[in-house]
């Protein structure tokens, strides 16, 4: 079902929503901080839990999400702030609030259905924008400046390390060409340049084959992955003893970093992993939600 929100429906469904509530081990009057606040959609069953004496804090890189996250949160009433913020600066968000531990905290990290949805944010090939896919539009440089400028080594990176793209080198090397006779502006100009270059029989395979492309530059003009690596000891400094941090990933690079750290708290004896195998969405989820097809939530508890 699609929320009403800012106006308009919210397109985002909140994935594994029972498991993240559960293992979070949520009870009222606690702290908690949803780093990716999004639409709002954990954040408000989270607030539910702990209200009315707890406080949900949620970041969010992303202004509009904030808009809509808010309008959410406001109907359920309770105590919250949201904080126009990276995770990655997380340590930083909670020292202007004096607040110096919580006890969860959760990162559904990634892009929102919203933010796919709006052609003006340029994430998605599936209508026509401006190659911009920032999730801070006050921060970085929009992916145009990436597909003009970047070499055919830097995009021929970028397409195999973030996107596992078999033709990386191939569909960087007609960007480059291409770009030398009329500038790759707009997410269809992309797409299309995608589709040509590619084999004929990509075009008919299980995923569009712009898909990992898109996602590739949307990763890197992000910076996703050091904003994972800077933010996960800072979320994990942040909790109490027997406090849980959730990760929520939508790619294996994602995971790899998570689990990686997970076991390196395990090893120090500061931690303990809650998840030994990551909770995936059941066959339902994904035929309700198809975003949820690759999510895996991976679950920590500090153990001091
Ligand atoms: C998958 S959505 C989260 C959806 C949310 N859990 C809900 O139920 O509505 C991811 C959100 O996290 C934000 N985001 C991604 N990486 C971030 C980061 N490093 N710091 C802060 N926000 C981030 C995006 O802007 C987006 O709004």
Redesign the pocket.
């Known amino acids: 079902m699609k929320r009403r929100l800012a106006g308009a429906f919210?397109l985002?469904?909140?994935?594994l929503?029972d498991s993240v509530l559960s293992q979070l081990t949520l009870k009222a009057g606690q702290i908690v901080i949803?780093?990716?606040?999004?639409?709002?959609?954990?954040?408000?069953a989270i607030l539910k839990a702990i209200s009315p004496e707890g406080i949900l804090i949620g970041?969010?890189?992303?202004e509009e999400?904030l808009k809509?996250?808010e309008e959410?949160l406001k109907r359920v009433g309770g105590k919250f702030i949201l904080k126009h913020?990276?995770?990655?600066?997380l340590d930083q968000v909670l020292s202007i609030l004096n607040i110096h531990k919580v006890h969860a905290v959760?990162?559904?990290?990634?892009?929102?259905?919203?933010?796919l949805g709006d052609p003006k944010r340029g994430f998605s090939f599936q209508a026509e924008g401006p190659l911009d896919m920032r999730?801070?539009q006050a921060e970085g440089l929009p992916a145009g400046i990436l597909v003009a400028e970047a070499s055919v080594e830097e995009l021929t990176s970028i397409f195999r390390n973030f996107g596992e793209e078999r033709y990386a080198r191939k569909i960087a090397y007609a960007i480059v060409r291409e770009r030398t006779k009329k500038p790759i502006e707009t997410t269809r100009a992309l797409k299309e340049l995608i589709e040509r270059v590619t084999p004929a029989r990509y075009r008919y395979g299980r995923i569009h084959p712009a898909t990992r492309v898109f996602q590739a530059i949307r990763i890197a003009v992000?910076d996703?992955l050091g904003?994972?690596r800077e933010?996960l000891p800072k979320a994990f400094e942040a909790l109490e003893r027997n406090g849980r941090l959730a990760v929520?990933s939508?790619h294996s690079l994602e995971d790899r970093l998570v689990k990686r750290f997970f076991i390196e708290k395990k090893n120090l004896g500061v931690g303990a992993i809650v998840t030994k195998k990551p909770i995936v969405p059941s066959d339902q989820e994904m035929e309700a939600n198809p975003?949820a097809r690759s999510a895996k939530l991976r679950v920590i508890e500090r153990s001091s």
């Open positions: 919210s985002h469904k909140p994935v929503l949803d780093g990716t606040v999004g639409s709002g959609g954990h954040a408000e970041l969010d890189q992303d999400a809509r996250s959410c913020s990276n995770f990655r600066n959760l990162l559904d990290i990634g892009v929102s259905s919203d933010q999730m801070d992000n996703e904003a994972l933010g929520i939508f975003r």
